[in-house]
């Protein structure tokens, strides 16, 4: 599979939910511990302020009793004083002994039970310090700005906080739901002041945050479940988005895409462990049960196809429909005879689903070897096996071997290299000559292009000829070929040589081009060489294409003054009413009628035949292929005009050729 085409799969494909929701919660905890420590923070913050502004307070008021000389009068005023400001209840003053002299309230605290009391505060010049203290030690210092507040800080603080539970003390009174109540001990002169305050440090701060932090997790859980639904519905689409991917429009099972994407990981998986065979089982004549049945009728039978094949398959194996009626089965086998038994079985069990109707199948089969990791590779090599099956042979099965690959890669070679082939000159033109039989003199030539390859050599044209044809790139060639031997003539014609006409093959492949004849009167005229000098050899089979095309272009050609050749006559499908239609210069009996041992006279008497109709048609034949003395004696008596071959010459290349007939 192609990246790109496996990049756009994976993008189609469904995503993964649950790093997304692990992700998610991850970041929501963070998120939550974060902002409960800002929390936590503000609070110890609050905390710090209220104790500083307690001590503050309760300082003044000792200061403010210390500076009035203690006495009754002003202890009034102190009352006074603590009735406005609620949060001070309590000022007991002790002397030097720690007996109380005086207090404003009925309740004196025993100091050394106390939980927390602040028992020393220095106010410095850029700062002050609280140090507070429990029967334990010191709990925590702050000084000035800087705080360092340790994990066991505050979880000494809080437990101290939880354990002041000062209705216990004070039960009287009202106190809000988490209150400190601390007694300030403050030194004054002879005198130590035990002064009591509130401070409700969690009073309504403690709602607001609690209210922010509530307000966090639900919007946090709003978000989260928001989130979640959003990916479970897009996992949902995803899903069904799959479902489409991979599922077969006709049979409605798994697709192609599916099948190569599991018969990829299969090989890899199973690589060295099991056999595997790619299988191309193809129902022939497809199309004419459609024609007769009905196109709808044909895919009905691929689903059935589909299910039976499906029935077939063991552990380990996969299957699913290529196109029309190709399927794809990715199958494990122990040895051949194994792998035999099991398409025989597929058969039959195919032939089951329309017992009445006669149904054909044929077999392309390809073995993975370990390096093969790619089912597209496999099934193409196994379809290419199976195409290679002539369409009449009582073959079922073909199986894609060495011989095949060889080819696949030369061909895949020859693509690569012919572009710059062309540009670099590689293609030559070769010459064969064509002798009269009256003289048995030279009196044409055929030009036959050969391949000088750097790396390869020389290459005959049938190593390439075949692939061009395939691919299109004859065109170029033999507008190449067509131009080499306009120059070849138009610079013999200046040497003065006496000039015979030479044939240059065009392939059927021309005749989709418009203006064929003015496209190659446009090449031989940049030579100036008279067109009677220039032979086109157009193969039968042409005539098959589209003959109206050809008939056409045989006629521009031959009005612009070019000899016309019908090449190779009598192979193949030969059909003597292309002879009744076309008018034309030259037969070339194709070699085909001389060789054959047991044939050869039959061929003969077909030569004679065939000679005599050309000459009542005012043709002039050429033979082609004549390897031996008598059969240029007994064409000479048949009074065909030409003779190509091995007898009198190979072709040649120019140089050669000049050489041979200066
Ligand atoms: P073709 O056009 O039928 O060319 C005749 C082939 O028969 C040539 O093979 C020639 O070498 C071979 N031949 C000639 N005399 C004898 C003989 O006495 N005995 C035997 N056994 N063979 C003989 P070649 O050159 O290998 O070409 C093969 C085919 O390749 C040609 O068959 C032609 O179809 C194609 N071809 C060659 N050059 C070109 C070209 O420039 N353009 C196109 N389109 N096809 C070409
Ligand atoms: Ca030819
Ligand atoms: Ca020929």
């Known amino acids: 599979m192609s990246k790109s085409k496996d990049k756009r799969i994976k993008k189609l494909n469904r995503k993964r939910i649950w790093p997304s929701i692990i992700g998610l919660f991850i970041i929501s905890v963070l998120m939550t511990a974060c902002v409960t420590a ?46 406005i400001d609620n949060s001070v209840f309590a000022v007991n003053v002790l002397d030097e002994n720690n007996n109380t002299i005086w207090s404003n309230n009925e309740y004196t605290p025993n100091i050394d039970e106390t939980l927390i009391y602040i028992n020393s505060t220095d106010v410095f010049q850029d700062g002050f310090e609280i140090i507070i203290e429990n029967d334990e030690g010191s709990l925590f210092v702050k000084n000035g700005e800087s705080v360092e507040i340790t994990d066991e800080f505050n979880d000494n603080l809080m437990k ?17 739901i988490i209150v400190s109540s601390i007694w300030h001990i403050i030194h004054h002169g002879d005198y130590t002041f035990l002064i009591l305050n509130d401070i409700t440090v969690f009073n309504d701060d403690l709602y607001m945050v609690f209210i922010t932090f509530i307000l966090m997790i639900v919007m946090m859980s709003v978000f989260m479940i928001y989130y979640i639904s959003s990916l479970v519905s897009v996992a949902r689409s995803q899903h069904k988005i799959s479902k489409v991917l991979y599922t077969d429009m006709v049979t409605g099972g798994y697709n192609w895409l599916y099948f190569t994407k599991k ?47 499906k ?13 029309e009626a190709d399927f794809g089965l990715l199958v494990s086998f122990a040895n051949q005879e194994d792998l035999l038994q099991r398409l025989d079985s597929i058969e039959q069990s195919l032939c089951q689903i329309m017992p009445n109707i006669k149904m054909y199948f044929r077999f392309g089969l390809c073995i993975a070897d370990n390096n093969d990791h790619e089912v597209d590779g496999l099934y193409n090599n196994a379809t290419t096996a199976l195409d290679l099956l002539p369409e009449d042979s009582d073959e079922k099965i073909a199986s894609y071997d060495i011989e095949m690959k060889k080819q696949q890669l030369w061909e895949r070679r020859v693509e ?41 050599g020389f290459i005959p044209p049938n190593k390439f000829i075949p692939i061009f044809e395939n691919n299109g790139f ?38 989709t081009r418009e203006n064929l004849a003015e496209h190659i009167c446009g090449i031989v ?65 194709d070699a085909d009628f001389f060789r054959g041992v047991e044939s050869v006279e ?32 007994f064409l000479t008596a048949q009074e065909c005009d030409l003779i190509q071959g091995y007898y009198f010459a190979k072709p040649m290349s120019i140089g050669e050729f000049e050489e041979k007939y200066n």
Request: charged content about 30%; proline content about 2%; overall charge negative.
């Open 38 to 83: 800002v929390l936590l923070l503000y609070m110890l913050d609050l905390v710090d302020q209220k104790l500083y502004d307690s001590y503050k307070l309760s300082y003044n008021i000792a200061d403010y009793m210390m500076s009035e000389n203690l006495d009754n009068s002003s202890y009034k005023e102190i009352n006074q004083y603590l009735e």
């Open 160 to 176: 101290q906080l939880a354990l002041i539970d000062m209705k216990k003390v004070f039960k009287e009174r009202n106190i809000p």
């Open 263 to 309: 018969g990829d990981k299969l090989l890899r998986r199973n690589r060295g462990r099991l056999n595997f065979a790619m299988i191309n089982l193809r129902m022939e004549k497809y199309r004419s049960f459609c024609t007769c049945f009905g196109v709808k009728e044909g895919e009905e039978l691929m689903e059935k196809f589909y299910h039976t094949l």
């Open 311 to 323: 029935k077939e398959l063991k552990k380990k194996e996969l299957m699913a429909h290529h196109d």
């Open 416 to 456: 690569d290299d012919m572009d710059k082939a062309l540009v670099t000159e590689q293609f030559k033109l070769y010459l064969q000559p064509k002798y009269s039989t009256k003289e048995e003199k030279l009196a044409g030539a055929e030009a036959l292009v050969r391949w000088i390859h750097p790396v390869e």
């Open 474 to 511: 004859i065109l170029q060639l033999d507008d190449y070929m067509i131009e080499q031997v306009a120059k070849q003539q138009a610079k013999w014609m200046e040497e003065k040589r006496e000039l015979f006409p030479i044939s240059v093959n065009v392939s059927r492949a021309h005749f």
């Open 525 to 589: 005229d940049k030579y100036n060489v008279p067109h009677k000098y220039i032979e086109l050899e157009l193969t039968e089979s042409a005539f098959f294409d589209d003959k109206y095309v050809l008939i056409d272009t045989v006629k521009q050609l031959r009005e612009y003054g070019f000899i016309v050749s019908m090449d190779d006559f009598g192979a193949g499908y030969s059909s003597l009413n292309s002879l009744k239609e076309l008018s034309i210069d030259v037969l070339k009996i």
């Open 602 to 633: 039959r061929g003969m008497l077909i030569v004679s035949e065939v000679i005599d109709l050309a000459k009542k048609l005012d043709m002039k034949i050429v033979a082609e292929g004549i390897e031996s003395r008598e059969q240029v004696d």
